[in-house]
């Protein structure tokens, strides 16, 4: 059971904007800034957005960040193939002085 | 260009350590704005942060509080090179190991890069 919740799932067709949600408490996103990390299949988790809604260089514009409260949403616009990944959030959690994760979504692209 | 390059066996015995290495090039483990990290990845837990290391004039750790008392987190500066050793393996331990590069910015910090993973095994 992750500390942040996520939907397991979520799917679109090419061109769609589709949203990944990410809840969590006060403790965590709450208090501190989410992150999420785009995992291709068989690769390292890499960055995708920092400071709830900041783009590394590189991640296109496609890809933004939001927070409201104790949670946060992934959203990606103008959906393509080479979307289909696992999207995780993650915050750091003031009660347990630990980094906490989403349990992950796994994006399909139809 | 910050990179990390993990190394170390992929098959450890029950109640015995585990041990990784993680080498940087492009930033140095005695960094003032970084802290380096473990997490472990696994079908059943999912990503879960281990613990990690930092230089802030003097040397730090934070540990996940489910292995506290099994972690131990090193900096090599002499390789540049942090270490992971994680005692009292059972099967439960199995998983993706990576090693990451914690940034800091005015108010948040995030992971970036990581390593390439290790797959861990524990089985007799």
């Known amino acids: 059971q992750s500390v942040l919740t996520q939907p397991p799932s979520a799917s679109g067709t090419p061109g769609q904007r589709v949203t990944i949600s990410c809840s969590g408490s006060?403790?965590?996103?709450?208090?501190?800034?989410v992150n999420w990390y785009q995992q291709l299949p068989g690769t390292a988790p890499k960055l995708l957005i920092y400071?709830?809604?900041q783009r590394p260089s590189g991640v296109p514009d496609r890809f933004s960040g939001s927070k409201s409260g104790t949670s946060a949403s992934l959203a990606i616009s103008g959906l393509q193939s080479e979307d289909e990944a696992d999207y995780y959030c993650?915050?750091?959690?003031?009660?347990?002085?630990?980094?906490?994760f989403g349990g992950g979504t796994k994006l399909t692209v139809l | 260009q910050v990179q990390l390059q993990q190394s170390g066996p992929g098959l450890v015995k029950p109640s015995q350590t585990l041990s990784l290495t993680c080498a940087i090039s492009?930033?140095?483990?005695?960094?003032?704005?970084?802290?380096w990290n473990w997490i472990r990845q696994s079908p059943s837990r999912g990503l879960e942060w281990l613990g990690r290391?930092?230089?802030?004039?003097?040397?730090?750790?934070d540990y996940a509080v489910s292995v506290k008392s099994r972690i131990t987190i090193n900096p090599d500066t002499s390789k540049n090179q942090f270490s992971l050793q994680l005692n009292s393996v059972t099967p439960e331990d199995t998983a993706v190991y990576y090693c990451?590069?914690?940034?800091?910015?005015?108010?948040?910090?995030?992971?970036?890069?990581w390593g390439q993973g290790t797959l861990v095994t524990v089985s007799s």
């Open positions: 492009g930033d140095s483990v005695s960094s003032n704005s970084a802290a």
């Open positions: 006060s403790s965590n996103i709450g208090s501190n800034t």
């Open positions: 990451a590069r914690e940034g800091f910015g005015e108010l948040s910090n995030w992971f970036d890069p």
């Open positions: 400071s709830n809604n």
């Open positions: 993650a915050a750091w959690d003031d009660s347990l002085n630990e980094w906490v």
């Open positions: 290391t930092y230089y802030r004039s003097k040397w730090y750790n």
